[in-house]
């Protein structure tokens, strides 16, 4: 059944909420101030650079592993998936494919991937691979534009939410021991999963941009379970736990890690981001069920009036640190270790975490 989202929630980055009635929990005031970036390593730290071709070149995936960072590219008439080894400067072919690649998801065991395809602008062809390229499930989707959710324990299951030209939008489970899919009757196109037979997501009273309630969604029968968290902005989940953020007033992001059943585990608050009329929530990246990497912003503004106004933070044990300043609000993505993590809306820049420095790992040809 397709049903009309709102064209301003379609950012994964940006939602709003109104205010909740209640006092800020702190960020650990003794956080060690980080060291500068160096812009230019040391000679024993430096990675490889990789050389890219501008005309061929699309576009920068994930890790492939802790070293590995995967691209696409186009050669001799195939969309190729690659991987450059930062750390050997080797390159490797790890798939290809005649239509044109759109977006490359890594599993979180790293042992497969989901290809995004499409060869026309109403249509979607989502391929699960093994590394060595073989081919194990293979999705076609009616869609403009597609989200994919994957399944962190059981990369079986994954959840594709199909949107149209209206913006309205059809939910759909994969289940490939049997191939099957099935339309999820919920009002929510960005939900999360929560072990094989749940859902989380986020259940709107008002106008979306008020902010929604967190609650669970069982796929078997359709039974909500509220969890009692109001004015919700964003939500991510990691096995038995999630993060939720709310906005305590304009001024401040309110971060709670909690189990399932609602109980805070650690908490913490950061400076609120606006996009005028939105909330913009920075990139968050869970490293294991203990461990967290995330932006803040240094302070409260306006997005476009922040530029590199923003700070990288390494949550363990429920205590954030501060790591690193002089960041833009980029999405991020970090190695399985946590060891490095790209930044920059190209994801051209690499972060070595422990030493603290910023590299520009690929360099185009003229």
Known sequence: MKRVWYLLVMSVLLMSACSEQKEPPSVQ????????FAEEPSETQTPYVFNADPSTFHFIADWMSDTQILYVEKSEGFYQLNYFDIETGETHLVYEDESFITDVLVHPSRQYLLI??????????????????????????????????????????ILFTAFYEDWSFDLFAFNGRDDNLSIVNLDDPFPKWAGDEWLMSMMFKGHPLDGGEAQLFQLDTGFI????IENAIYFDIFE?????????????????????????ISEW????????SEW????????????????????????????????????????????????????????????????????DELIEVDAKKKYKWIEFDN
């Not at 003794?30 to 500068?36: K, S, V």
């Not at 608050?269 to 005028?276: D, F, I, M, Q, T």
Request: glycine share 8%; proline share 6%.
């Open 225 to 228: 379970e509220p969890k009692n």
């Open 280 to 347: 913009v929530v920075p990139s968050i990246e869970w490293l294991d069920g203990k461990r967290m990497m995330f932006k803040g912003a240094a302070k409260s503004g306006q997005l476009d009036e922040m530029g590199t106004g923003f700070n990288l933070y390494h949550l363990e044990e429920g205590v954030p640190e501060l790591l690193v300043q002089g960041l833009d609000a980029s999405p991020l993505k970090c190695s399985p270790s946590g060891r490095y993590c790209l930044t920059g809306y190209t994801s």
């Open 29 to 36: 005031p003794d956080i060690e101030e980080p060291t500068d």
């Open 240 to 264: 038995d736990s999630f993060v939720a953020v709310q906005v305590v007033d304009t001024e401040v992001f309110a971060y709670t890690i909690r189990d399932l059943e609602g109980t805070i």
């Open 116 to 157: 995004h395809t499409s060869e026309q602008a109403n249509s979607a062809v989502v391929k699960m691979i093994q590394l060595d390229g073989t081919v194990q499930h293979q999705v076609e989707i009616d869609s403009t534009e597609l989200a994919i959710e994957w399944n962190r324990s059981n990369p079986e299951k």
């Open 269 to 276: 608050s950061l400076p609120s981001v606006s996009n005028y």
